[in-house]
């Protein structure tokens, strides 16, 4: 297992660092073809976030039940509802400073991709 999230984490990572933006990760010749691409990516990291939750809360539960205590689990809970709604927020915000021009939604979820792997990341700090 540690060698699964060990290359999940790679992948991740790797795609978060080698690029700024990643709309530009995209390419493509036009905003659709770049808005398909960045939807696809969205939609791979937000899977991604749900699989290292999971791992977190593995992790979480073994330590409640170690501690012989029940806050971890909810505590993570509580953060990863608190992260969404920060994201959905930022990212709105983010959204209006296209000022509803055609590149809007790919700006929110460039927006929401960038966040999204730091959240991924930090999930695996706590994985034990």
């Known amino acids: 297992m540690k060698v699964l999230i060990s290359a999940l984490s790679l992948a991740l990572i790797g795609a978060a660092t080698a690029f700024a933006d990643p709309a530009t990760e ?5 905003q659709v073809e770049i808005g ?23 992790s979480a539960k073994e330590l409640d039940t170690v501690t012989a205590r029940t806050i971890t689990v909810p505590a993570l809970e509580a953060a990863q509802a608190a992260w969404s709604a920060y994201r959905d927020a930022q990212c709105d915000y983010v959204g209006t400073t296209f000022g509803g021009g055609s590149g809007t939604g790919i700006a ?6 960038d966040l999204g792997r730091a959240r991924a990341a930090e999930l695996m700090r706590y994985v034990q």
């Open 108 to 113: 929110i979820n460039a927006c929401k991709i």
């Open 36 to 58: 398909a691409c960045v939807a696809e990516t969205l939609e791979r990291v937000d899977a991604t976030i749900d699989i290292y939750l999971g791992f977190a809360k593995t």
């Open 26 to 30: 995209c390419g493509g010749s036009s």
